[in-house]
């Protein structure tokens, strides 16, 4: 996490911040400080913002092929639409359509964990 996507986590939470003290090792997320505010957040009233992160395919998990592409390196990339969100995401529902098959990165956020409310931003 760099110390830009640090302080502007604090900003939205309510944290004053300081250049001096962004040092990634000593911050305290808001779900770590405020249990509730973490056990409230659910995929169900997400804005669905980590679809909208750029996400590898690093293992097989039955990813159909036609919501991959493959960057200028080699990886497998979950496409994105033109608005930068996923290819896979029901854009009525804000649920995903593939979520047995959905990568190990998205399986791997958890709901309400820091990473979670730094996206929700």
């Known amino acids: 996490m760099t110390n ?6 604090r ?14 090792a000593c911050v305290k997320t808001e ?4 249990p509730i505010l ?3 957040v659910t995929c169900e009233t ?6 909208r992160l750029e996400v590898w395919c690093l293992t097989d998990t039955g990813v159909p092929g036609h ?4 960057d200028h390196f080699g990886r497998t990339l979950m ?28 399986r ?3 709901v309400g964990s820091p990473e979670c409310l730094a996206e929700r931003g």
């Open 46 to 51: 997400c804005a669905a913002n980590c679809c």
């Open 31 to 34: 779900a770590e400080t405020d």
């Open 79 to 106: 496409d994105r639409l033109d608005d930068g969100w996923c290819a896979a995401l029901d854009r009525d529902t804000l649920l995903c359509r593939i979520y047995a098959q959905r990568p190990l990165v998205c």
């Open 38 to 40: 973490a056990a409230s």
């Open 11 to 24: 900003k939205t939470h309510g944290h004053a911040t300081s250049s001096a003290n962004a040092d990634s």
């Open 67 to 70: 919501l991959t592409v493959t």
């Open 108 to 110: 791997e956020l958890e």
């Open 4 to 9: 830009t996507m640090i302080e502007d986590a």
